[in-house]
């Protein structure tokens, strides 16, 4: 059986000694006429896989930054279709990178199970973020996305019961998404120093990808975890970075490249240092 395509990065990522880079925007912000653009230039930069987070109103776990781009997207006039019939028309030889959606579970119920499944899968995306889908209640939709060719990714955070891991370990595709924090997504400062330790704490009960995020948002943060993860994932500074640029595709190129070669095991902090 072929792997997945998010296996694949994973598995490629692995045997070039770096962490996978995953780059987090949301589609129609500032519109979606802007998205594929940037869609480009982040894979350009290094994202070796994009998170493509669908506009919604009420989410639980994005922070004041992707809330504000989500406003954004929506006043905009972002649909859920219009997202899928964006990514459908996307020119793919340009753009290695999986796409993973990232969305609520609200409006998968809304538009219904099979058919939100089948219309990510048929418009290109590659796996699946619910964050506010609990592994416990998940095991339909998870199997009608996987039957799709869309796997979901699960979360385990810093919160997370002990006894409730190897259940969601077991259960994530792709890879699993470690919560680097309490609290929901936002750029930070500092690195809480426990994400390694529940790293850690994960690895020998999966043999998936562990991917971090929450929190990332700088070269040394990206640095840090690419020690001791085999993903990086950057959401909130990304965005940030992306709306108070002029050139916004240069600006989501420039910062992907400074995250993704600080990726690299092993590379000096020097190589990088000078183009912060």
Known sequence: MNASPIASVFERCAAENRAALIAYLMAGDPSLADTPGLIEAVAAGGADIIELGIPYSDPLADGPTIQAAAQRSLRAGTTFDGVLAMIAKLNRNRIA?????????????????????????????????????????????????????????????????????????????????????????????????????????LRPLTDKPLAVGFGVSTPDHARAIAAYADGVIVGSALIDCISSADDKPCAARELCAMLAMASRRGQVKQSWAGTK
Do not use: C, H, K, W
Request: net charge negative; no cysteine; aromatic share 8%.
């Open 97 to 201: 990178a999986p796409l993973v959606a990232f969305t609520y579970f609200n409006p998968v119920f809304v538009r219904g199970v099979e058919r939100t499944a089948r219309g990510l899968s048929a418009s290109g995306f590659a796996g699946a973020i619910i964050p506010d889908l609990p592994p416990e209640e998940a095991v339909g939709t998870a199997d009608i996305f996987a039957a799709s060719g869309v796997p979901l990714t699960f979360l385990v955070a810093p919160t997370t019961p002990s006894e409730r891991i190897p259940m969601i370990a077991e259960r994530s595709s792709g890879f699993v998404y470690v919560v680097s924090r309490m609290g929901v997504t936002g750029a930070g400062q500092t690195l809480d120093g426990s994400v390694a330790d529940l790293v850690e704490r």
